[in-house]
């Protein structure tokens, strides 16, 4: 009869074992699949998030660009500054003037042929020369200005006139048009930034 009782505990040891198999199985599986679609959900809400948040950046730099472009251009729209009748110095003086007013802390004018009022040449440049060829406005990278050594967004713009091509550019610090773009952020301690 011992030998009954103990083969009876190791049957019931048994089927307990095999009924908690499919729970537990089930209970893990379960398990996975609730972690796999809160992952996925909270991806999808952040990742839209922050979709909406890179776009709502992207409009802001873009809006900066427009705002420089329309500075610049305004430049264009007085014909004294390209009024060859003046002497360099004067027309200088009229786009340090226009420079007072606006985002940049100076403009120049360059010839077609890269050579500029400052008595520099910046046919190397990839603003003038991006300026040149779309015969449109460029912004730059932050490049080392030929005139003073500074880290300088620049900015060129075409613009004909009496039929020779020109380019006005004008010059941003760096650290003034990081601060220009830096009203976005996201989040309470996200922050952004241009590569390029």
Do not use: C
Not at 93 to 107: E, I, Q, R, V, Y
Not at 123 to 135: I, P
């Amino acid at each position: 009869m011992a030998h009954y009782g103990k083969k009876r505990k190791t049957l019931k040891a048994k089927l307990t074992v095999l009924s908690a198999v499919p729970v537990l199985a089930t209970g893990f599986l379960l398990a996975v699949v609730f972690s796999v679609l809160t992952y996925s959900g909270y991806w999808k809400l952040y990742g839209n998030e922050g979709q909406a948040l890179s776009s709502a950046y992207a409009a802001s730099v873009v809006s900066v660009i427009d705002s420089l472009s329309q500075q610049v251009e305004a430049v264009t729209r007085n014909p004294d500054v390209i009024d060859e009748s003046l002497p360099v110095e004067r027309r200088k003086a009229l786009l340090a003037d226009a420079a007072k007013t606006s985002s940049f802390k100076d403009f120049s004018i360059a010839y077609s042929t890269g050579r500029t009022y400052n008595n520099t040449d910046i046919s190397d440049r990839e603003y003038f020369r991006q300026a040149m060829r779309t015969q449109d406005a460029y912004v730059s990278s932050p490049v080392l200005r030929k005139t003073d050594n500074s880290v300088t967004i620049m900015m060129g713009k075409y613009f004909s006139a009496n039929g020779e091509s020109y380019v006005a550019y004008g010059g941003v610090d760096a650290a003034t048009f990081s601060n220009l773009i830096a009203d976005v952020s996201f989040g309470e301690n996200g922050m952004a930034f241009i590569l390029d």
